[in-house]
């Protein structure tokens, strides 16, 4: 009989560990989840057809909103959201997010997080914290606080799973056997590794044995130029029987690229399989044609500046795309696709946020299942834009690189607990 998994995503975005989880045969019952950002959260909820019902809210308008901000949630993922800005929110809507909330668990803020609020005894929990402060874009934008204690910084975010880790241990609970973190390589620069090295001492003093992993996407199947460091921390509780197992198994099991592809039957697409170039579908001429910048002396310098996905024709070539980031429309960009509709508009387009979404390992049912829980949430205006779909894309996580370490930690999960 298979194990439930239980699990616990922190930050968890619109649920690229979910979806990995689930595309490995693992049966998961999600603990709780913990995201702020409105548009990443109802998103997760398409995907994972965990969708609140808004008929059983029995709340007045400003009840909700109430609570919406009392939770912290916000609109742009920068700050939490106001009274008055919900405000501008019709009821039906506020009342599908709140539903939306309850349904996913969502515990929203992790600093008004509690140790003792995650439910019961966790298999695994992921943290993919923020990254502004510490990737060489967010530097480029003025964000250099890194993940320095008491900064006030987003990626210092980190620390507060410190805290709900400590506060479960001094309440006796049960830690989570394995934790996964995922985040950019630059938490192992120059500026960085004394706070990411406090970081694993804290663990190893928590009972866990820490080992990282430098995977890049383009190597499990997905066209993307996508570097990422991991950390899986195994719960051994200082045990050197138990910890010697673990690294006997590290040793025996290296993280084989190869053999995730083989196993998992994928490797065999190339970057014309995720791009949508038949403009005779209308759906794809209508996304390509959002994506169509003007003609202005500035989008022209991105074209010539940025990776060139297509030919002349706009025949593919047999490339891959730079890391996705939360926006296209700017320098550095993930790469630019030569367009002729002849409308005067430029004569390019960047990716669109279904291509995103793909490009990240979601499939295109998962992303028709997001456009299809679109709706109203003040006049002329939807949840989901365009540029909302694409930041969300970006701040996600390569699903098949989670794939692979989701298959290391189940095999361990055998040897220690079954």
């Not at 065999?268 to 209508?286: A, G, M, Q, V």
């Not at 202005?296 to 310098?301: D, E, G, I, L, N």
């Not at 894309?393 to 794939?403: P, T």
């Amino acid at each position: 009989m298979q194990k439930n998994i239980k699990l616990v995503e922190l930050f968890s975005g619109i649920g690229s560990q979910l979806k990995a989880l689930e595309n490995i045969g693992q049966n998961v019952s999600v603990l709780n989840t913990c995201e702020w950002n409105i548009h990443a959260f109802m998103a997760y909820a398409a995907i994972h057809d965990m969708k609140g019902k808004h008929e059983n809210v029995h709340l007045s308008k400003d009840e909700i909103i109430d609570r919406l901000v009392e939770l912290g949630v916000s609109t742009d993922g920068k700050e939490p959201a106001s009274k008055t800005g919900l405000q501008t929110y019709n009821e039906e809507c506020l009342k599908k997010i709140y539903a939306t909330v309850e349904s996913t668990r969502n515990l929203v803020d992790i600093s008004k997080v509690s140790g003792e609020s995650l439910s019961g005894d966790i298999d695994i929990m992921t943290y993919s914290f923020p990254c502004q402060d510490l990737s060489n874009v967010g530097a480029l934008h003025g964000y250099n606080k890194g993940i320095d204690r008491n900064a006030g910084s987003r990626s210092g975010l980190l620390w507060e799973v410190e805290r709900i880790l400590l506060e479960r241990q001094k309440k006796d609970l049960y830690l989570p056997h394995f934790l996964l973190m995922e985040n950019v390589p630059a938490l192992n620069s120059q500026r960085h590794i004394k706070n990411f090295e406090e970081w694993q001492r804290q663990l190893n003093s928590l009972g866990y044995y820490n080992k990282q992993f430098l995977l890049n996407a383009k190597d499990f199947g997905l066209p993307q130029n996508r570097e990422r460091l991991l950390m899986l921390s195994v719960l051994t509780n200082g045990d050197p029987d138990v910890e010697k197992l673990v690294k006997q198994f590290f040793n025996n099991n290296k993280l084989q690229p190869n053999e995730y592809l083989k196993k998992q039957g994928k490797g065999n697409l190339k970057l014309k399989d995720y791009l949508k170039t038949d403009y005779s579908i209308s759906k794809y001429y209508k996304e390509a044609l959002e994506c169509q910048p003007n003609n202005t002396v500035s989008r022209q310098k991105i074209w010539e500046e940025n990776a060139q996905l297509t030919d002349e024709y706009g025949n593919v070539k047999d490339t891959i795309t730079s890391t996705l980031t939360t926006k296209q429309d700017r320098h550095p960009n993930s790469g630019n696709l030569k367009v002729d509709f002849k409308n005067g508009k430029a004569n390019f387009r960047y990716l669109t946020p279904r291509e995103c979404f793909m490009l990240m390992g979601f499939t295109e049912d998962d992303f028709e299942r997001v456009l299809n829980s679109n709706f109203t949430v003040k006049k002329n205006s939807k949840l989901f834009t365009r540029d909302n779909l694409i930041k969300m894309s970006g701040n996600s996580i390569a699903v098949n690189v989670l794939e692979a370490i989701f298959l290391q930690v189940m095999e361990l999960d055998r040897l220690l607990y079954i």
